[in-house]
């Protein structure tokens, strides 16, 4: 944890700060080891302290060995006193993690300089080293197994809801500590809603069915995305199948280090588009995950301003929805490496058609 206090401490001059407040869990989590649900961070240049309540000093000494954990009755209170030290400097506060109401506290508790920043932490989370490489290889492989093991069960006559819970159930039973987000598997006409959630909808003959799932592994996710079918496909379902599969390939080959992530969506936009759909892609290609599966950066959208760079994981997932008619998502993790890009996830992706 010292190397990533220090990589934080490193961009104080570029953001005209003196210390930084972290308040941000998964932040908090990230520089101290600290996995309690309470807690503030306060970086100084020589110092590095941790302030939580009595419920978690103890998990917090042992955590982060690496921060003079404070313990607090007051959070405000105590927080003002440790920056009396630095009264009239400018402190960092993240201006996504902290409300109105908390930065009213905090104004009143501590007579400094606030100045409110953004991604400070995250700017250094979004590049992986090897460590969080191998557990968010872990969420994914737990991921992909799961996809093994739902395959067969997909039959005209089971809900969606059903064929969530089996999912769930699999990966909870197999080590996941959490899931990463509620699990999507939308049929038929469902498909073409994104973020459908599951409904007591029976799979059907002749139809489409999108997973979208992933787990928490020592608190890393993991989230893929595929769409099968039941029975046998007419030539609207494969084809439109193969166009979201071949904008999902080109996005993949597209990622490599010094190109935006606007860049990269481009082409798996394009090629959607080309093909008359592009109205029926409404989403960015991908976002970055870690520690949260939804990062900030990188961030392959049409307003994707990150250039990409060694270590740092994205999902590309292209997806064509056509209202009452259905959907198409498929959805990979790749880790950017110093020439391309690697898959983290393994499922096939030619189209899987299921015997009904
Ligand atoms: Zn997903
Ligand atoms: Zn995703």
Redesign the pocket.
């Known amino acids: 944890m010292k190397a990533r206090i220090e990589q934080v401490r490193a961009r104080f001059p570029e953001e005209g700060i003196e210390a930084l407040v972290v308040t941000g869990a998964a932040n908090r989590r990230y520089l101290s080891g600290f996995t309690g649900s309470a807690g503030t961070l306060l970086i100084t240049p020589d110092e590095a302290l941790l302030f939580t309540d009595f419920r978690y000093v103890e998990q917090a000494t042992m955590q982060a060995p690496d921060f003079q954990v404070v313990r607090y009755d007051d959070p405000y209170k105590t927080l003002g006193e440790r920056l009396q030290a630095l009264a009239g400097r400018r402190v960092g506060i993240e201006a996504e993690h902290v409300t109105v109401a908390e930065m009213a506290k905090l104004r009143e508790a501590a007579h400094v300089e606030w100045v409110p920043t953004r991604m400070v932490v995250e700017k250094v989370r979004a590049i992986k080293d090897a460590s969080e490489l191998a557990l968010i290889q872990a969420a994914v492989d737990l991921a992909d197994r799961c996809f093994e093991y739902i395959l067969p069960q997909l039959k005209p006559g089971v809900t969606e809801r059903e064929v969530a819970w089996r999912m769930e159930k699999f990966m909870r039973e197999n080590g996941a500590e959490a899931l990463a987000f509620a699990t999507i598997v939308a049929s038929g006409p469902n498909g073409a809603l994104p973020h459908a959630r599951p409904t007591d909808r029976p799979l059907a003959a002749g139809e489409f069915v999108t997973l979208?799932f992933?787990c928490v592994w020592k608190g890393y996710c993991s989230?893929?995305?595929r769409t099968v079918f039941l029975g046998e496909p007419t030539a609207k379902h494969r084809e439109l199948y193969e166009l979201v599969l071949r904008a999902q390939q080109a996005g993949v080959a597209a990622v490599r280090p010094g190109v935006s992530g606007r860049e990269v969506d481009a082409v798996s936009r394009g090629i959607i588009a080309q093909a008359g759909y592009g109205d029926a892609f409404g989403h960015g290609l991908?976002?970055g995950?870690g520690l949260e599966?939804?990062e900030e950066i990188p961030r392959l959208s049409t307003r994707g301003e990150t250039v990409l760079a060694p270590g740092m994981v994205t999902?590309v997932?292209p997806g064509v929805y056509l209202p009452g008619w259905g959907g198409i998502r498929i959805?990979d993790?790749v880790v950017v490496t110093e020439d391309g890009c690697q898959i983290l996830t393994k499922s096939p992706k030619e189209l899987v058609c299921l015997p009904v």
């Open positions: 979208d992933g989230d893929m995305t991908g976002h995950l599966v939804h999902s997932e959805e993790l």
